[in-house]
């Protein structure tokens, strides 16, 4: 068994325990394919991610980027942080902060999914949560794609203001007190409540059936 595998196995194990689930519970992500019929289960990751760890370890080789260190001597990795906008808590965890060959800051996000996130705003919650920590505002942002080894365009954070992050917190507050949530239709198949979704479960009565 290889080194991976191992700490997959421990990693995997923790967070069976933690969900208070069995692992036959845990759904496989991804789409059936002659090459994966039972999708992206756990052969799957065994494999493919040991992969994606060795492209991590080649990108960060090349980069000429190096970790941010909020505290002298700790690298910002699973960076924590703690912040309140509008009376509400936020927790965030960002997977790492680095400096680039210019010396500026960038907030790097790490996503193992074949998709590229078709928003940058997690980046810009991230932003003001650097600047309310620490008082320095990364400038940019970027997504780490584990199935390619690359990184994303640089995006500029700079407009993502505390007042417009602050905005978007209490409109969701209101929305929020108000009891309205509007169902969200791309995140449905890896949901946990998806059985329970009258949304997702609806059956038009006026839409016949195929026969
Ligand atoms: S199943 Fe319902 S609650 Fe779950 S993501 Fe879809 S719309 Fe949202």
Redesign the pocket.
């Known amino acids: 068994m290889s080194d991976f595998q191992k700490k997959f196995d421990e990693l995997l194990a923790q967070q069976v325990e933690k969900s208070g689930k069995l692992l036959t519970e845990f759904k496989a992500a991804g789409r059936v394919s002659k090459a994966n019929p039972n999708k992206e289960d756990y052969s799957w990751w065994v494999e493919n991610g040991q992969e994606m760890v060795q492209r991590w370890v080649e990108w960060r080789d090349g980069s000429g980027w190096d970790f941010f260190e909020p505290t002298p001597g700790v690298p910002a990795i699973e960076l924590g942080m703690d912040i309140i906008l509008d009376e509400v808590q936020i927790k965030m965890f960002l997977d790492r902060v680095m400096i680039n060959q210019d010396g500026e800051l960038v907030i790097l996000d790490l996503k193992t999914g074949s998709r590229t996130p078709s928003s940058d705003l997690q980046l810009g919650f991230y932003a003001v949560g650097m600047e309310k920590t620490f008082g320095i505002r990364p400038k940019w942002g970027t997504y780490w794609m584990a199935r390619t080894g690359t990184t994303t365009e640089l995006v500029d954070l700079d407009h993502y203001s505390t007042e417009m992050i602050t905005e978007i917190v209490t409109k969701f507050k209101k929305a929020q007190h108000a009891e309205i949530?509007l169902?969200?239709?791309?995140?449905?198949?890896?949901?946990?409540?998806?059985q329970?979704?009258?949304?997702?479960?609806f059956k038009n009565p006026n839409v016949k059936e195929n026969s």
């Open positions: 949530y169902p969200n239709f791309s995140h449905c198949q890896m949901c946990g409540v998806v329970y979704c009258r949304f997702k479960n």
